[in-house]
């Protein structure tokens, strides 16, 4: 299975300071397709998980502007560019080019 | 709005079976891979497998694929998760969820294996 190793654990950061999460994959995402697969979710305190960006960059409907998504192959950062109270929670960072599909152990961003 | 409503959770022994339903609106069903992921208390997330959009074919975890099973009925745009043989290592929240790579969760529904 491919891992997916999420840095760091935990994230402590002041509301309008930046944030930035890493996410490296033990191979390349880079499917038959050309296509790299990598989703970034959060999942908020007591809810269901919330997809925020696919394909490495593409930021779903709804989603500010203040997240972004980089990468490839197998090295990812997911940025806040500016963190809001709505921001607390868990990120995990997820592989859909191989099967099983796998995800980050998740880093908790709280608000400091 | 999509939505995705899991049921069918609860406490089972070890060595039951346990089949969980996920009702699904919003959206043309018939049209959409589905898949399930589980969340255990630690907060591990666990692809589980998917199936294809006319159920003819599904996907799953090496290690859960000789217990667990994915069918679908798309006249009920019902999504299903059969579980056999269930051991306590599978206690977690389950989510259905849309897409071969999940796009939308539902809210989870929660299974308790214990004797």
């Known amino acids: 299975d491919v891992v997916m190793t999420q840095t760091p654990v935990s994230l402590s950061v002041a509301i309008g300071q930046p944030a930035s999460i890493s996410c490296k994959s033990s191979?390349?995402?880079?499917?038959?397709?050309?296509?790299?697969?990598l989703n970034w979710l959060l999942q908020r305190p007591g809810q269901s998980p919330k997809r925020l960006i696919y394909?490495?960059?593409k930021l779903d409907s709804g989603i500010p502007d203040r997240f972004s998504g980089s990468g490839s192959e197998t090295d990812f950062t997911l940025k806040i560019s500016r963190v809001e109270a709505d921001d607390l929670g868990v990120y995990y960072c997820?592989?859909?080019?191989?099967?099983?599909?796998?995800f980050g152990a998740g880093t908790k961003l709280e608000l400091k | 709005e999509v939505q995705l409503v899991e049921s069918g959770g609860g406490l089972v022994k070890p060595g039951a079976s346990l089949k969980l339903s996920c009702v699904a609106s919003?959206?043309?069903?018939?049209?959409?891979?589905m898949s399930w992921v589980r969340q255990t208390p630690g907060k591990t997330m666990e692809w589980i497998g998917d199936?294809?959009?006319?159920?003819?074919?599904?996907n799953y975890a090496p290690s859960l694929k000789n217990r667990f099973t994915i069918s679908r009925d798309n006249a009920k745009s019902t999504l299903y998760l059969q579980m056999s043989n269930v051991r306590s290592e599978d206690t977690a929240t389950y989510y259905c969820?849309?897409?071969?790579?999940?796009?939308?969760w539902g809210q989870g529904v929660m299974v308790t294996v214990s004797s």
């Open positions: 969820t849309r897409g071969g790579i999940p796009d939308y």
């Open positions: 394909l490495v960059s």
């Open positions: 997820l592989q859909g080019t191989h099967f099983p599909h796998t």
């Open positions: 199936i294809k959009y006319d159920g003819s074919y599904t």
């Open positions: 919003g959206f043309t069903f018939s049209d959409y891979w």
């Open positions: 191979q390349s995402l880079v499917g038959t397709s050309g296509k790299t697969y």
